[in-house]
Structure formats: structure tokens, C-alpha cells
């Protein structure tokens, strides 16, 4: 089992910048890929992007793409997500996953093996 522990939500302005990173323990880190995933208010959780276990492959819905980037430290067991020009609609919890695999795939279709708690980014107009 992995566990999981997100940090660097918070409260920014429209336009502005956050990272979000997630601490893994359990098992070897580059043996999983890692995704980001968010939930809105009476949204369903969606997923926001993905990472390889190698850290070479990434995969990327399509709202935030060319502002949101995702990279994983195997050194560190540690996966981030930069998000960079920052809207409202982005306002959500914002949930770190550990997959199944080593490829992005089964997160890429919902299969998560583990759940961070989940961290509140607010974006205000």
C-alpha cells in the first residue's frame, strides 16, 4: 500500500501560480506512475494529468494543457504539479493518486491504487 501526503494548495489570483507536490511511501516509488486528479463542487473527480514511473512519459487532459505541467523526483518520492496561469474554473481539491502499473494508462482510465487527501486550490477572480 502507498501512502500519499499533498501539499502547496492554497488561495491565488486569476493569472497567478501554485505547485502542488505529493510525498509517496510504501513501496518503490518508480514502480507506479502518479497522476493528479481534481473535483469540483457537484463536479465528479476528473483527471488532470499523469506521469510514468520512468518520469519520461506524461499524459495531460485537455483543459490544462500549456498551463499545467507534471514531473516526478524518483530521488525524493515526490510528484508535482506546476500550474501556472491560474483561472477560477481551476478552483477544486486537487488529489494526488498512485497507479497500478508503471505506464500512465489505468490512471489515465480511473484504476487508482492509492489516494492522497486531497488539497484545496482556490482561484479567485
Known amino acids: 500500500q502507498v501512502q500519499l501526503a499533498e501539499s502547496g494548495g492554497g488561495l491565488v489570483q486569476a493569472g497567478g501560480s501554485l505547485r502542488l507536490s505529493c510525498a509517496a511511501s510504501?513501496?518503490?516509488?518508480?514502480?507506479?506512475?502518479m497522476g493528479w486528479f481534481r473535483q469540483a463542487p457537484g463536479k465528479e473527480r476528473e483527471i488532470v494529468a499523469a506521469?510514468?514511473?520512468?518520469?519520461?512519459?506524461?499524459y495531460y487532459a485537455d483543459f490544462p494543457k500549456g498551463r499545467f505541467t507534471i514531473s516526478r523526483d524518483n530521488a525524493k518520492n515526490t510528484v508535482y504539479l506546476q500550474m501556472n496561469s491560474l483561472k477560477p474554473e481551476d478552483t477544486a481539491i486537487y488529489y494526488c493518486?498512485?497507479?497500478?502499473?508503471?505506464?500512465?494508462?489505468?490512471?489515465?482510465?480511473?484504476?487508482?491504487?492509492?489516494w492522497g487527501q486531497g488539497t484545496q486550490v482556490t482561484v479567485s477572480s
Open positions: 510504501g513501496r518503490t516509488f518508480s514502480d507506479y506512475a
Open positions: 493518486a498512485a497507479g497500478t502499473t508503471t505506464t500512465t494508462y489505468n490512471l489515465r482510465v480511473g484504476v487508482v491504487g492509492s
Open positions: 506521469v510514468s514511473g520512468s518520469g519520461r512519459t506524461t
